[in-house]
């Protein structure tokens, strides 16, 4: 079955203790994003990757960063959470960015004390 | 930068009435535009996807048009059943992917 998954679904952490989301798709493509979802402030892209190793900010990065080893995975990194980064977390793979549906994952919702 | 507006950010309606769903852009120099939907607590599913060539699109009872010019599109549901209630959310893209807040949909049996 196509589809994105993410890990973990659900993550209570303190503030500092770094942290991974990892997201992982099987469509082989090769654009990649994640964003965050806030009430009040819909969803906001924080960072995308066109390709292996090709990685660019968004509207939101500052707290984060990503990688891209491989093509099927992306993920998504929080080396000090603070609690302004509790949110529910979204990865998104398309074949490409500018043509083609994007498809989602089921969403990380992390919450930081 | 893009700014995408759905309206209204509320729609309750009894089962059966059809559903119209509005967003708008600021910026027509658009790729495509993609409607999705969202239940609640889970991720979003792509209903329909028309690129900017395109007019409309039309996937069993749902459909949807694009008034690039003007900056518009509207989802439209024929006979809305309780299992159309969720959250729709319209996303531009232009260089990337703008969404709106979404319109809540509560279909009453």
């Known amino acids: 079955e196509a589809q994105v998954t993410q890990n973990p679904r659900y993550l209570i952490t303190v503030t500092g203790k770094k942290l991974t989301v990892t997201c992982s798709q099987n469509m082989n493509h090769e654009y990649m994003s994640w964003y965050r979802q806030d009430p009040g402030l819909g969803l906001r892209q924080i960072y995308y990757?066109?390709?292996?190793?090709?990685?660019d900010k968004g509207d939101v990065p500052e707290g984060y960063k990503v990688s891209r080893k491989e093509k099927r995975n992306f993920p998504l990194i929080l080396e000090s959470p603070s609690p302004n980064q509790t949110s529910l977390y979204f990865c998104?793979?398309?074949?490409?960015?500018?043509?083609?549906?994007?498809?989602f994952g089921p969403g990380t919702r992390l919450l930081v004390l | 930068k893009q700014e995408v507006t759905q309206i209204p950010a509320a729609l309750s309606v009894p089962e059966g009435e059809n559903l119209v769903l509005n967003c708008s852009f600021t910026d027509s120099a658009i790729y495509n535009l993609q409607w999705f939907r969202q239940d609640p607590g889970k991720g979003l599913t792509s209903l329909l996807l028309?690129?900017?060539?395109?007019r409309e699109q039309t996937s069993g009872r749902l459909n949807a048009s694009l008034d690039k010019s003007s900056g518009r599109s509207t989802l439209y549901i024929a006979a809305s059943q309780p299992g159309d209630s969720a959250t729709y959310l319209c996303?531009?893209?232009?260089?990337?992917?703008?969404f709106g807040a979404g319109t809540t949909v509560t279909v009453r049996a």
């Open positions: 028309i690129q900017s060539s395109q």
């Open positions: 990757s066109m390709n292996v190793e090709v990685t």
């Open positions: 998104a793979s398309s074949p490409d960015r500018w043509q083609e549906t994007q498809y």
């Open positions: 996303a531009v893209n232009d260089y990337k992917l703008s």
